[in-house]
């Protein structure tokens, strides 16, 4: 394989949003690079401007892969990147209300005309090793193939499902609305929107803070080709005390569209009586036959609140969050355990970021986490990538083993990772990036 280094030069650079500014053309270029790899279409400037705006709010720092010397005549320019990567720090809840701050990896695309020259794999490891130096525990990414990040140590740690929700007249929830909804103008969710969210990340394991997008995509204020979308509506949730804990954004999907369906934009929740009583006008909304939603969870308290769960046809179970741990013992530390135990963890890691044998030691909330004594006998052995589906609980370790995919020394080892590893309500993530 020739070396990526003497035919490409790599840039990292932040997101700038003044068109005045220099280096916005360099930006723009990029956007439209990461369109090009994504197969979507060719961007305007409005779109342009809106996604560099947002960029510049997420402090995203972005990574473009150039050709070093002169293109064909005709091909695409040196200045347009042969490759993409961005990054942002945000939080992820780690269960039980801890944050940790997380490298979140995206717009990760390398054009077909150079794949397969390991570009991906010196952007990813620099990338990850730099994070590292940073004092970063974590990484995260969402992926578009279940194959390529399992080399790179990064494990499948939520899960999300679409859902058609049949909303006729067998659609009835079990008990009685706790609070009210309210219809109201989608532009309000641009101040709501993130008030909500924030409870929702407090209290949510799996849940990762939201980058600029969900606001402006929540409220309509940003389509898919970056102008408003008027199709949006939205309606709020108050509890009995009338303070606003929940919105659902949504869209018709027009007359011609039969069964006649609404399409949810963004439901976010910050209590279970908040998502059930959104769901109950959702369910109440004339002339519409079926509620669709791409991002529920896979354990959802929806299916046992209906008198007939079968109104809910389910599809497309998926992996969603990836989480990729660079840090071994200051990812277990950032973790509360809600079980008492004792184990010796053998971490393979083919990168060399968080490789290690550690004794993890819980007293059923604080944990001590140090380095195992030479010749310590370990009690699982695992790669860092089923630690990070282990993680938030997404998979049960002893479900692992039976996979050949973590070793158990001793036996009942990987029933005592179970329960240490729990978390205090399925993880799910509403944060795609
Ligand atoms: C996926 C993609 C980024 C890979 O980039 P690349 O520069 O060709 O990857 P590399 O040459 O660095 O390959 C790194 C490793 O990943 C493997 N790999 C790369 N893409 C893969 C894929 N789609 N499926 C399985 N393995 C893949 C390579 O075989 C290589 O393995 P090895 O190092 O163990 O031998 C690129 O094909 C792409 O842009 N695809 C379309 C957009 C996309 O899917 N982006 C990912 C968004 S999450």
């Keep these: 394989m ?164 049949d909303t006729g007249p067998r659609f009835r929830l079990k008990g009685k609305a706790t609070g009210t909804v309210e219809v109201a103008d989608p532009a309000v969710l641009l101040d709501v929107a993130p008030k909500v969210f924030a409870r929702v990340q407090r209290v949510s394991p799996g849940s990762i803070e939201r980058q600029e997008y969900y606001r402006l995509a929540a409220s309509g204020s940003i389509g898919h080709d970056g102008k408003p979308d008027a199709a949006v509506r939205s309606a709020l949730h108050y509890d009995a005390a009338g303070t606003l804990d929940g919105y659902v954004s949504y869209r018709f999907k027009g007359w011609d569209n039969k069964p006649y369906t609404m399409e949810i934009v963004d439901l976010v929740a910050a209590t279970n009586e908040a998502y059930l009583d959104l769901w109950r006008f959702l369910g109440s909304i004339d002339l519409i036959d079926l509620v669709t939603w791409s991002e529920a969870p896979v354990d959802d308290p929806l299916t046992w609140a209906l008198e007939d769960p079968r109104v809910i046809e389910s599809s497309d179970v998926r992996d969603m969050l990836w989480l990729r741990i660079l840090d071994t013992p200051a990812a277990l530390q950032a973790r509360s355990f809600p079980a008492a135990g004792r184990l010796v963890l053998e971490v393979t890691d083919s990168l060399g970021l968080a490789g290690g044998t550690w004794v993890l030691e819980s007293d059923g909330g604080a944990a001590a986490v140090v380095e195992a004594e030479p010749g310590e006998a370990p009690d699982l052995t695992m790669d860092v990538t089923e630690l990070g589906s282990m993680y938030l609980g997404a998979v049960s370790p002893v479900t692992l083993a039976a996979a050949g995919r973590i070793c158990e020394h001793r036996p009942g080892a990987a029933f005592t990772a179970q329960q240490l590893f729990a978390v205090e309500r399925s993880a799910h993530c509403l944060t795609h990036f």
């Design 2 to 165: 020739a070396d990526p280094n003497e035919k490409y030069s790599v840039q990292r650079f932040h997101a700038v949003d003044e068109p005045e500014n220099p280096a916005y053309s360099r930006c723009s270029t990029w956007v439209q690079a990461v369109s090009h790899g994504f197969h979507q279409e060719r961007r305007n400037p409005e779109y342009l401007a809106k996604t560099l705006a947002s960029y510049t709010i997420d402090h995203r720092e972005l990574t473009g892969v150039y050709v070093n010397g002169a293109v064909p005549d005709h091909a695409l320019g040196a200045d347009v990147p042969v490759a993409t990567y961005a990054t942002m720090r945000k939080s992820l809840n780690v269960g039980f209300g801890r944050q940790l701050e997380s490298n979140l990896v995206t717009s990760v695309t390398v054009r077909g005309t150079h794949r397969r020259n390991g570009i991906l794999r010196g952007m990813i490891t620099a990338d990850l090793q730099g994070a590292k130096d940073d004092g970063l525990a974590m990484a995260a990414l969402t992926a578009s193939e279940g194959s390529i990040y399992g080399r790179f140590g990064f494990g499948v740690a939520t899960f999300e499902r679409s859902i058609k929700v």
